[in-house]
Each structure stands twice: as C-alpha cells, then as structure tokens.
C-alpha cells in the first residue's frame, strides 16, 4: 500500500504565494505520473497540474503561470508552488500518484487533501 501526506496549506492574502508538499510512502516501485487536484466548496474536483516521471509538465489554463509543480523522485515527493494567489483558488487540494507496483500493475492513490484558504 501507498500512503501519501500533504502539507503546506493554509491561509494567506490575495497575492500571497504557498508551496505544498505531497510525501509518498509504501510499496512503489516506481512512481509514476504525481498529479494535484482541487475542489472548492461546491464544485467537483478538478486538475490542478501533472507532471511526469520524467519531468513533463502539465496545468489548466487558469494556473498557468502562476503556478508551478515539481518533483523530487528521490524523495517520492511532490510539490506545488502557488504564486498570485486570489480568492478563488480557496480549495482543498489533494496529492493523486500512480504508483507502479513491484508486481508490475499499475495503481492510484490519493491523499486526504490540504486547505488552501485566499482572502480578499
């Protein structure tokens, strides 16, 4: 089993900036593609950014440039920094890995997500 931990949210003023931080633990062959997903109170869950063992990135279009993600495979972690935050990036954002097992399958875990909170 794979167990993944983030941390670094919080609170913080328009503007601000956050960087988060999604640990991985467990049984992994090799990790794969770490990817970071919000939902905001009343709205689905959403793909924040990806990126890929090999360091390809991906965003939406509403984080381009503001936000950046990263990876460390030594570590099995995964970053996410948040520059020009505003109000509406406020969201829990969650840590989604795909994890190669020693068996050769392939999985998905989630963490149980951070608070980001933008004021006004």
């Known amino acids: 089993q794979v167990q993944l931990v983030e941390s670094g949210g919080g609170l913080v003023q328009a503007g601000g900036s956050l960087r988060l931080a999604c640990a991985a633990s467990g049984s992994i062959f090799r990790m794969n593609a770490m990817n970071w997903y919000r939902q905001a109170p009343g709205n689905q869950r959403e793909l924040v950014a990806t990126?890929?063992?090999?360091?390809?990135?991906n965003y939406a279009d509403s984080m381009s440039g503001r936000f950046t993600i990263s990876r460390d495979n030594a570590k099995n972690t995964a970053y996410l920094q948040m520059n020009s935050l505003k109000p509406e990036d406020t969201a829990v954002y969650y840590c989604n890995v795909v994890v190669t097992r020693f068996s050769g399958g392939r999985d998905d875990y989630w963490g149980k997500g951070t608070l980001v909170t933008v004021s006004s």
């Open positions: 990126i890929t063992r090999g360091g390809s990135t």
